[in-house]
């Protein structure tokens, strides 16, 4: 199961079978009885009319107009950005049962819910404070935000004092001060506050708690930007300052824009591009661009023209690089030297940003433009170091096409055939996993009579146990019929149709699988599973004798051997069985 970490198998099975995927989808999206399903507009694409489906029964969800599907805890995934361990504890914590997690090395951090509750206080104190302080509402207004964005963001000020969060807090001795970060233990005991003479921005995550915050000098002063260190709630390489606030609208216009600073992303909000989140002082992570990705079609990382700019979003590029999907856009935007996204939006407007947005340059332009950048293609040495430094930066894509198109732009760029070039890196063609071809005596099911089948088994997939066991399949529908009965064969326990969509999110076969649920959304509940899974059983066994026999009364009797007329007759006899079989 994809991303499961330590989390037991078992235990995932146990909680979709635990948990109702119509209460789950409520806490986001209002749904409506439809028959058997219920259903509403689809969260994750614009549309009119309702498309989106919900089964009570089979605990999944399926949309007939964007295809997105999966399992409550693929919804959650999808709706919140969370991550599977992140998503499952939500989910578990929702329930009241505990995730357990198998032995392992690495030690685990459970965080005290106390400390959640000190963030917010310290978050109410600096919002109280700003209002108090005429010279940081003078910044923001100099900065052109209005006090309805400043509380969306929940911004505040951390006055210029040692120990403010003496006002805020029952004991400022507390140790769980220190360990949020708020609070900096020095020698013989002494504590003074981390952030003052601040404006404080919380981090918030996508379960709208705030983990921690980052402070702006509001006069010359250094650092620029102060922000938390890492705590057991906050680790810089998973959150995004603004993606709490932000889901929505990057939902809707299924595009992020990645920024530098807070300001940034609040000046953006300001002026009506409310779809910004911020890295929070570090590079932009694997993680980062995978939480994004599963939000939206589009992700454009907008840094500063300048030196430390232009370092930011290579090594933006280098971490997107194994995160890339075909059909998503990754693209760069660079801005003159002299501006941020802030002065950018405030100087020349929403509609100029937002057509900069447009024109951002693709990552496949980017990356072939830094490259070439370095190297003199009109010499033999140049071009060869085109193959080399292209390599390693190429190797680490996964998507297949995203992959496919790079090496035949770099192959033309260095005057290579794109076999040479994928001969040199030593890149196998990439072939469908294939079965072992069935044996001539057992002929394949045809294919629409494995659709039906696989249907079937979506909704009831303890029915794999009847398959006979010389039962062979081809195809796509034929390879998840097996992979089923492998996975089946393995989990001992019963399962179900949410843990059996769970197990194949993600792999090959989630294709065949996803085709199946939508069909099983348009079937009744009086729909008798068990009867169509023996009828169509039968048919196929019928089809399959029948056409063995065929073709061996074409060579004639007397073109027979011995043991293909014994052979025939065996097949008489099995045709006669079934025939005679009730129902």
């Given at each position: ?79 919140t950005g969370m991550g599977f361990v992140e998503a499952v504890e939500d989910l ?430 348009h079937l009744g509940e009086d729909f008798d599973i068990q009867a169509e899974f ?24 007397g073109g027979m051997s011995q043991v293909e007329r014994d052979r025939h007759e ?14």
């Amino acid at each position: 199961m994809k991303g499961a970490g330590l989390i037991p198998k078992s235990f995932i099975q146990d909680l979709l079978n635990r948990l109702d995927i119509v209460d789950v989808v409520e806490r986001y999206v209002p749904l409506k009885k439809a028959g058997a399903n219920f259903v509403a507009c689809c969260p994750f694409h614009n549309e009119k009319s309702p498309s989106f489906t919900v089964s009570q029964s089979k605990q999944f969800y399926h949309c007939f107009g964007c295809g997105a599907h999966g399992t409550a805890i693929g919804f959650v995934m999808e709706h919140t950005g969370m991550g599977f361990v992140e998503a499952v504890e939500d989910l578990a914590k929702g329930i009241g049962v505990t995730v357990p997690q198998e032995a392992s090395n690495v030690p685990q951090h459970k965080v005290a819910p106390d400390l959640y509750d000190l963030m917010q206080s310290a978050t109410r104190y600096y919002r109280e404070q700003l209002k108090i302080t005429p010279r940081a509402i003078d910044y923001l207004k100099r900065r052109g935000l209005s006090g309805e964005v400043a509380a969306r963001f929940g911004i505040g000020y951390a006055p210029d004092d040692w120990q403010n969060l003496k006002a805020a807090v029952p004991n400022y001795q507390d140790a769980a001060l220190v360990e949020t970060g708020m609070v900096i233990a020095g020698e013989e005991g002494k504590r003074y506050d981390r952030f003052r003479d601040r404006i404080m921005f919380p981090i918030v995550n996508v379960r709208g708690n705030v983990i921690g915050f980052g402070g702006r000098v509001l006069d010359k002063g250094e650092p620029k930007y102060l922000n938390s260190p890492e705590t057991p709630l906050f680790e810089k390489g998973h959150e995004l300052y603004g993606l709490f606030q932000a889901q929505k609208a990057i939902r809707a216009h299924q595009r992020v824009i990645v920024v530098e600073g807070y300001m940034d992303v609040v000046a953006l909000a300001q002026n009506g591009v409310e779809y910004a989140v911020a890295t929070l002082g570090t590079a932009t992570t694997p993680f980062h661009v995978q939480k994004l990705l599963r939000l939206c079609d589009q992700v454009v990382f907008c840094f500063d023209g300048d030196r430390a700019g232009q370092k930011a979003a290579w090594r933006a590029l280098e971490n997107a690089l194994p995160q890339l999907q075909d059909g998503k856009r990754l693209g760069f935007l660079f801005l003159p030297e002299e501006h941020d996204p802030d002065t950018y939006i405030r100087e020349f407007g929403t509609e100029a940003f937002e057509h900069e947005l447009d024109n951002s340059l693709p990552l496949s332009g980017y990356l072939l433009r830094e490259l070439t950048s370095q190297v003199d293609l009109k010499t033999q040495e140049g071009r060869s170091a085109l193959m080399q430094k292209a390599q390693p930066l190429l190797t680490a894509i996964t998507a297949p096409t995203t992959a496919l198109l790079l090496r035949k732009e770099v192959a033309a760029l260095a005057g290579v055939t794109q076999a040479e070039l994928e001969a040199l890196w030593s890149i196998k063609p990439v072939a469908a996993p294939q079965r072992p071809a069935p044996p001539k005596s057992k002929r394949a099911a045809p294919a629409g009579g494995l659709r039906l089948m696989l249907r079937c088994l979506v909704m009831k997939p303890e029915l794999v146990r009847e398959l006979p066991k010389d039962f062979q399949a081809e195809g796509g529908e034929g390879a998840a019929i097996h992979a089923l009965a492998d996975w089946l064969n393995e989990s001992a326990d019963e399962t179900s149709t949410a843990a059996l969509i769970q197990h194949f999110q993600g792999s090959l076969h989630e294709a065949a699988f996803t085709v199946a649920q939508g069909e099983v959304m348009h079937l009744g509940e009086d729909f008798d599973i068990q009867a169509e899974f023996t009828g169509l059983l039968r048919k196929m066994q019928r089809e399959s004798i029948e056409s063995e026999m065929s073709a061996l009364l074409a060579k004639g009797l007397g073109g027979m051997s011995q043991v293909e007329r014994d052979r025939h007759e065996q097949l008489k006899q099995a045709l006669q069985q079934l025939k005679a079989q009730p129902g």
